[in-house]
């Protein structure tokens, strides 16, 4: 509302070119619940229309230039008001002067760089925007579209199996093994589980997946534990030389690519932790991280051919080995 109770005098709508053939993605609000936006990835031209409708036909609009931007910002929630930008881009779209009647401005942002994927969690948000503002004296008149970004990955190169022991002296000795290091998001953790010595009872055997997100630097470092899946491997008591197998599908959990040092603002790690429970209600544990990644081909229909060629330049180039997180097929 302005000063004088005329309220707002436009309304603002950003409409992308090509918004009945891009395809959307569930993503979660801060609220928790899930919508959907349009999707995009690194390397795409962001294009559409600005329209701008005058509320009072005949009535003029004075304005000091109407602009839009393209913004990737960061907002750590124990400092909110104070939003970090990462990509910030700016197209002027009319000079000052004035409106007499409603208009269109078309922009386009070339295949603008979006290098992390869009993310809410516990303590931290990461998104993108579209914002159209009609910059005016008193009030300026701006409105916002929210897309989502996803970062695809190609295989990894190096993909180890997992082994390792639990072992109290003279009490328990069990070895396990999965399979890799690193999953997609649709993949299958698939492993075994051996029994060497079992001197005590056993009742209860399980993996979970943690998700643990770190956000902060120096004294203001924030851990959040989120245990995303119980995968229970056995009830009961195991005895020497039985072996367990593993397989657990990830595709039916909510889970995110592994993110690491994000804008030195955050990190996303997922660890498997095997939880054992003997008839004495004691607890133990060995956790081990494993990365998580998004696979690139499953999109590939929807995607378009800039961000293909992206895409084909990344996989058809000889990396050292990254964590997939950190590798970016488009690079725009």
Known sequence: MSFFGFGQSADIDIVLNDAETRKKAEHKTEDGRKDK?????????????????????????????????????????????????????????????????????????????????????????????????????????????EIVVHTLSSYPELNSSIKMEVGIEDCLHIEFEYNKSKYHLKDVIVGKIYFLLVRIKIKHMEIDIIKRETTGTGPNVYHENDTIAKYEIMDGAPVRGESIPIRLFLAGYE??????????????????????IDEEERRYFKQQEITLWRKGDIVRKSMSHQAIMASQRFEGSSHPEKTPTQSQEEDG
């Open 255 to 276: 889970m995110t690519p592994s993110m690491r040092d994000i804008n030195k603002k955050y990190s996303v790690r997922y660890y498997l932790n095997l939880v054992l």
């Open 37 to 145: 936006y349009f999707l995009f990835y690194d390397g795409e031209t962001v294009s559409g229309k600005v329209n701008v409708t005058l509320k009072y036909p005949g009535k003029r609009l004075e304005h000091n230039g109407i602009k839009i931007e393209f913004v990737g910002q960061i907002e750590l929630y124990y400092d909110r008001g104070n939003h970090h930008e990462f990509v910030s881009l700016v197209k002027d779209l009319a000079r000052p002067g004035e409106l007499t009647q409603s208009q269109t401005f078309d922009f386009e942002f070339t295949h603008v760089e979006k290098p992390y994927e869009s993310y809410t969690g516990q303590n931290v948000k990461l998104r993108y925007f579209l914002r159209a503002t009609v910059s005016r004296r008193l009030n300026d008149i701006s409105k916002e579209l």
